[in-house]
């Protein structure tokens, strides 16, 4: 799998979009998940499985002036 355009290799267990946020820590903040060229809604991640050769690309938000 490709996460924000470097090789991962994804840890035993971490199966949708929802396990690699969580895995990552970074279930509890506010983020945008690109998964396979498509923008996925907060909703739809626990039913987006990942599969080998997928690409991922995760922004979040930072807060600041």
């Known amino acids: 799998m490709q996460l924000n355009g470097k ?3 994804v840890a ?3 199966v949708t979009i929802a396990h690699l946020l ?6 509890q903040r506010v983020l945008v ?4 060229r498509k923008v996925l809604q907060k909703e739809d991640h626990p ?3 990942l599969g080998e ?6 922004v979040h938000f930072v807060g600041g002036g």
């Open 22 to 27: 969580d895995h990552l820590r970074l279930g």
């Open 7 to 9: 090789e991962y290799l």
């Open 12 to 14: 035993e267990g971490v």
């Open 53 to 58: 050769g997928d690409v991922v690309e995760i």
């Open 33 to 36: 998940v690109e998964h396979n």
């Open 47 to 49: 039913q987006s499985v």
